[in-house]
C-alpha cells in the first residue's frame, strides 16, 4: 500500500505543477483530471473508498466539467494560450515561488515538530460515514445544503443575461454613448 | 397708589417685549407710540406715585412692593421687592420724566432710520433695568438692574453697527465697565459673608454694629464697591469708555448720561452711605477720585473739538463732582447736583443732536458757527443748558447745586482746603470750555449749510428742559440766602445730613469766589475766542503747547497707557499660548492618524493578486512567530 | 493493513496547497486563479481526510464532503460571474478589475 500512496502522490504533484504551468485552458483542465485521480488513488490508499468515489465522480466529473463548459462557451483557444504566454514570463514565477516555498518551509517544518506516529490504516466503512454525517453532523449537513442551495440560486441569478440596468447617474454618460452608435451608424448606412 | 408701584419698570418692560418680539410688523407710528408710550406712562404713575409720597409720606419712609420670591435657600433668601423711598424717588423721577422726553425727542430724530424698533426695544429695556436699579430692595436685584443697564448700553452704543468703529466703543464699554462690575460683585459677596444678607434696609441696620471703626473689611467692601461705581460712572481710572460711547445715537448719548448708566454709580454710593461712612479711608478716596476726574476730564474737554466728546468729558467732569460730595460726606448735594445735571447735561445732549442732524451729522465744533440766527430755539436753550453746566450765578439751576458742593468741598466733615482748590479750578475751566463751546458754535460766520430744522416732536424736550435747567435749582438755597431747602429736607429723610467742620470762615465769602470764578470763566473764554482770536492762533505755532493740548485731546492718553499696560501684554500671551504643547500634542495625534492613512492607503490598489500577496505574509507572520516561541 | 508515516500524507497535501497558492499568485486569467484554487481546496481536503485515517475516525472524510459542497457552490458562483465579467469588461485580466481600489 505504501508504494500505491507514494506513487500516486508522486503524480498528483506533478499533475499539479503541471495544472499551473499550462498556458492552454484545456490542457490545465485535463491535467487537473489527473491531479484528481492521483488524490482519489491517495483516499482509496488511506482507507476512504467513498471519498475516492466522491472525488472522482463530483471533482473529476461536475467540477471540471463545468469549468470546461465555460471554457468552451467563453471560446478560450489559441488566443488565450498566447496572451498567457506573454503573461507569464518567467521572473513572474521567482516572487510567488520564495513567498510560496518560505511558506512550504515551515509548514513542513512545523509538521516535523509534531508527532511521528506511523499509521495504521484501518478501512471507515461508508456506513460508519453516513451515521456520523446524519447524527452528530446533522446541522451541519442542513447548512451545507443552504449553501448549495445558495449557490444554485446565486448562479442562476448572476449567470443570466438581463438588460442593463445602469445607475441613474450613468443613465445620461449611456445615452450619449448611444447617440454616438447612432451617428456611426447613420454615417456608416450614409457612406 | 403704591400697590401699582411695580408698573413703573413693568411698561418699559412691555414696551420692550412687544417692540423686540413684534417690532418689524408694526407701522413707525406704532412704534413711536408704544416705545414712547410706556415710557411716558411710567413718568405719570412715577409724578403721581412722588406727589403721594409727597403730600403724606409713609410712616416708615418708604413704600416697599414685594412681587415674588426670586431664590431660597437654606441661608440666602431673595425675593422681587420694589422699594421707593426719598433717595430712590428722585432718580425715578429723573429716570422716567427726562427719559420720556428723551423718547419724545428720538421718535422724531431716529425717523430716518431703519431700526426703529430696535432702537426703541433697546430704550425701553435701558429704562426698565435703570428703574430696578434704584427700586431694588436687595443687592442681587440691583445688580440684576446694574448688568442690564451695561447690556443695554453695549447694545446702543453700537446701535450703528455697521461701522466698526461703533462696535469697537461699545465692547469697549461692556469691558471696561465689566471691570467695575467684577469688583462690585466680589463686593456684595464679602458684604454677604459679613452679614449674611443682602437686603439693603437691613444692611444699613446692622453694618454699624457688626463692623469695628475702621475694620479692614468693611474698607475692602466699600473700596470694591466703589470700584464697581467708578466703572458704571466713568470715574478715574475707568473713565476711557465714555467719551467713546458717542458712537451711538445723540438720544443714546443724552440717556446714559443725564437719566441712567453713569448716575447709577452715585446712587449705589448714595444708597450704601452706611458703608461708606464706616470707612474712612473709602470716603477720601471717593472724594479724591471725584476731585482728580473732575480736573483731568475738564482739562481734556478744554480742547476738544467733536462737540458730542466736548458734552462727553463734561459729563465725566460733572459725575466728578457728584463723587466728590459723596466723598466729603455731602450725599444731599451730590443727590441736587445729580437732580440739576440731569436736566442740562440731557439737553445739551439733545440740542447738540439737532445740531449736528441739521448740520448733515457734522461733528466738528469748528465746521459749525454762526447758528445763533439761523436756529435760535436751539441757540436759547443751549444758552439754557450751557448757563447751567457754567454754573452762572443765581439764573441757573447748575449754580445751586455746584456752589453747595464747593462750599461743602471746604466745610463738610471730610472736606478740606485742597478739594476746595481743585473743584475750584475745575468750576473755571467748565466755565471756560463751555464758553468756548457756545462762542465757537452759535457766533461768528457760518461753515455749513444747514439742511433740515429740528420738528416740534424734538424742540418740545428742549423747550421744557430748558425751563427746568434754569429754574430747577430753585428749590434749594444756600442757607444764608433764602431759606427754601425742600430738595434736601426731602433727601435727608434717608441720608444724613452733611456735618460740619467747627470755625468755617463765612459761607458768603465761598459764594462769591465760586461765582466770581464761574464768571471769570466765562470772561476767558470770550477773550480768547471773540476778543483777541489772535492769541490762540500765536500759541498753536509753540510746539510745546501743542504738545500738552494733543495730550489733553487724547483724554490725557490713558488709551494708550492701558493699551501698552494690558491689551499688548495679554495680546502677546495670547499669541504665545495661541500654538502651545497641548495642540501640537492633539495635532500630532491627527497628523499621524492621516500620515498612516496615506500610507496605508498605497495597499488598497485593487489588485487581487496584491492582497492575496498580504494575506500570504500575514500567515507566514503568525507561523514564524509560532517557531521562533 | 498497512503502516506508513502519517507526516508524508500531510507534507504531500502541504506540497499540493503550496502548488495551488503558486498558481493563484502568479496567474491573471481569472479562469486559471479559480483552477488554482480548486487545488488549494483540494489540498485542504486531503489534509482532512488523511486526519480522518489517521485516527480512524469518520470525522474527516465527512469533513471533505462539506468541502466538496463547498468547492461546487464556489466553482458555480465563480463561473457566473466570470461569464458577467467576461460580458461587461470584455476581459478576463483580474489586474483590469480594479473598481474596489482607493
Known amino acids: 500500500m505504501p508504494l500505491l500512496f507514494y506513487t500516486s502522490s508522486v503524480i498528483a504533484i506533478l499533475a499539479t505543477i503541471m495544472v499551473i504551468t499550462r498556458y492552454h485552458p484545456i490542457h490545465a483542465l485535463l491535467y487537473l483530471v489527473v491531479s484528481f485521480l492521483a488524490v482519489a488513488m491517495i483516499f482509496l490508499s488511506l482507507g476512504a473508498p467513498f471519498v475516492a468515489v466522491l472525488e472522482v465522480i463530483l471533482y473529476a466529473g461536475a467540477i471540471i466539467v463545468l469549468l470546461i463548459f465555460v471554457v468552451m462557451m467563453l471560446n478560450l483557444g489559441t488566443d488565450t494560450a498566447t496572451q498567457e504566454k506573454q503573461w507569464l514570463q518567467p521572473k513572474v514565477w521567482i516572487g510567488p515561488s520564495l513567498l510560496a516555498l518560505v511558506l512550504l518551509s515551515e509548514m513542513v517544518i512545523l509538521l516535523m515538530q509534531g508527532d511521528n506516529a506511523d499509521m495504521q490504516v484501518t478501512p471507515v466503512e461508508i456506513k460508519q460515514v453516513s451515521i456520523s454525517l446524519y447524527k452528530e453532523y446533522i446541522i451541519a449537513l442542513e447548512l451545507a445544503g443552504f449553501l448549495l442551495m445558495a449557490g444554485i440560486v446565486g448562479a442562476a441569478h448572476i449567470g443570466k443575461h438581463k438588460k442593463k440596468h445602469l445607475h441613474r447617474f450613468l443613465q445620461e454618460e449611456n445615452l450619449d454613448a448611444e447617440n454616438k452608435k447612432m451617428k456611426q451608424v447613420e454615417e456608416t448606412v450614409n457612406n | 397708589m403704591h400697590q401699582y408701584l411695580f408698573l413703573i419698570p413693568a411698561l418699559p418692560l412691555a414696551g420692550f417685549l412687544l417692540l423686540s418680539l413684534g417690532g418689524r410688523h408694526l407701522s413707525r407710528k406704532i412704534i413711536a407710540w408704544i416705545g414712547v408710550g410706556s415710557v411716558s406712562a411710567a413718568a405719570i404713575f412715577t409724578i403721581i406715585l412722588g406727589l403721594q409720597f409727597l403730600q403724606a409720606p409713609p410712616p416708615e419712609g418708604s413704600y416697599t412692593q414685594t412681587l415674588w420670591q426670586w431664590m431660597s435657600t437654606e441661608n440666602f433668601s431673595c425675593a422681587i421687592n420694589l422699594r421707593v423711598d426719598a433717595l430712590s424717588l428722585v432718580f425715578l423721577f429723573i429716570i422716567t420724566f427726562v427719559g420720556a422726553l428723551i423718547h419724545i425727542y428720538s421718535s422724531a430724530f431716529m425717523r430716518h432710520d431703519r431700526d426703529y424698533a430696535r432702537f426703541f426695544a433697546s430704550m425701553n429695556l435701558f429704562v426698565c433695568a435703570m428703574l430696578l436699579l434704584v427700586l431694588a430692595d436687595n443687592l442681587v436685584l440691583m445688580y440684576l438692574g446694574w448688568e442690564g443697564v451695561g447690556l443695554c448700553s453695549y447694545l446702543l452704543i453700537g446701535f450703528w453697527y455697521e461701522t466698526p468703529a461703533n462696535c469697537h466703543a461699545a465692547n469697549k464699554a461692556f469691558y471696561v465697565t465689566r471691570i467695575g462690575d467684577t469688583a462690585m460683585a466680589i463686593g456684595l459677596f464679602l458684604l454677604f459673608k459679613e452679614l449674611g444678607t443682602l437686603n439693603i434696609p437691613e444692611i444699613l441696620q446692622q453694618a454699624p454694629q457688626h463692623f469695628t471703626a475702621a475694620s479692614p473689611n468693611i474698607t475692602l467692601i466699600a473700596l470694591l464697591l466703589l470700584a464697581g461705581g467708578m466703572g458704571k460712572s466713568a470715574q478715574l481710572p475707568l473713565q476711557t469708555w465714555l467719551p467713546d460711547a458717542m458712537a451711538g445715537p445723540s438720544p443714546v448719548s443724552a440717556l446714559i448720561h443725564a437719566a441712567t448708566m453713569v448716575t447709577a454709580g452715585v446712587y449705589l454710593i448714595a444708597r450704601m452711605h452706611v458703608v461708606f461712612q464706616l470707612s474712612p479711608v473709602a470716603m477720601d478716596v471717593t472724594a479724591i477720585v471725584g476731585a482728580l476726574t473732575l480736573f483731568i476730564a475738564g482739562c481734556s474737554a478744554l480742547v476738544q473739538t467733536d462737540i458730542k466728546r466736548i458734552l462727553a468729558y463734561s459729563t465725566i467732569s460733572q459725575i466728578g463732582y457728584m463723587f466728590l460730595a459723596l466723598g466729603v460726606g455731602a450725599w444731599s448735594a451730590a443727590i441736587f447736583h445729580f437732580f440739576t445735571h440731569a436736566f442740562f447735561k440731557a439737553l445739551l445732549f439733545l440740542a447738540a443732536g439737532a445740531i449736528i442732524e441739521s448740520l448733515h451729522h457734522e461733528h466738528d465744533i469748528f465746521k459749525m458757527g454762526g447758528l445763533r440766527k439761523k436756529m435760535p430755539l436751539v441757540f436759547w436753550t443751549f444758552l439754557a443748558g450751557a448757563a447751567a453746566l457754567a454754573a452762572l450765578p443765581l439764573i441757573s439751576a447748575g449754580f445751586f447745586s455746584k456752589d453747595q458742593i464747593l462750599w461743602y468741598a471746604w466745610s463738610a466733615g471730610n472736606g478740606s482746603p485742597m478739594l476746595w482748590f481743585v473743584a475750584l479750578a475745575g468750576a473755571f475751566i467748565t466755565a471756560f470750555y463751555t464758553t468756548r463751546l457756545m462762542i465757537v458754535v452759535f457766533w461768528g460766520e457760518m461753515k455749513t449749510h444747514i439742511g433740515e430744522y429740528p420738528g416740534r416732536a424734538m424742540t418740545i424736550p428742549l423747550v421744557i428742559l430748558a425751563i427746568l435747567s434754569v429754574i430747577a435749582g430753585f428749590i434749594e438755597w444756600p442757607h444764608n440766602m433764602v431759606h427754601l431747602t425742600l430738595f434736601s429736607d426731602l433727601v435727608q429723610k434717608v441720608l444724613p445730613a452733611t456735618m460740619l467742620q467747627d470755625d468755617l470762615p463765612e459761607e458768603i465769602v465761598f459764594q462769591i469766589i465760586a461765582a466770581a470764578t464761574a464768571l471769570f470763566g466765562v470772561y476767558t473764554g470770550y477773550v480768547f475766542y471773540q476778543g483777541n482770536k489772535a492769541l490762540i492762533e500765536e500759541w498753536k505755532q509753540s510746539s510745546a503747547l501743542m504738545q500738552i493740548r494733543n495730550f489733553l485731546f487724547k483724554g490725557w492718553a490713558f488709551d494708550q497707557l492701558y493699551d501698552a499696560l494690558f491689551v499688548r501684554p495679554f495680546k502677546f500671551l495670547t499669541r504665545i499660548n495661541k500654538s502651545d504643547l497641548f495642540d501640537k500634542l492633539y495635532n500630532g495625534i491627527a497628523l499621524v492618524s492621516r500620515r498612516l492613512n496615506q500610507l496605508f492607503s498605497i495597499s488598497q490598489n485593487g489588485s487581487l493578486r496584491w492582497y492575496i500577496v498580504g494575506v500570504l505574509i500575514g500567515i507566514i507572520f503568525i507561523l514564524t512567530l509560532q517557531l521562533m516561541l | ?102
Open chain 3, 1 to 102: 493493513m498497512s503502516f506508513y508515516n502519517s507526516q508524508a500524507v500531510l507534507i504531500v497535501a502541504a506540497i499540493l496547497f503550496v502548488l495551488g497558492l503558486i498558481g493563484v499568485l502568479t496567474r491573471k486569467n481569472i479562469i486559471f486563479i479559480l483552477i488554482s484554487i480548486e487545488v488549494m481546496l483540494n489540498a485542504a481536503g486531503l489534509a482532512f481526510v488523511a486526519a480522518g485515517s489517521r485516527w480512524g475516525q469518520p470525522d474527516g472524510q465527512v469533513m471533505f464532503l462539506f468541502i466538496l459542497a463547498m468547492a461546487a457552490s464556489e466553482v458555480s458562483v465563480g463561473l457566473a460571474l466570470v461569464m458577467q465579467t467576461y460580458h461587461q469588461h470584455k476581459t478576463l485580466d483580474a489586474e483590469k478589475l480594479r473598481a474596489l481600489r482607493d
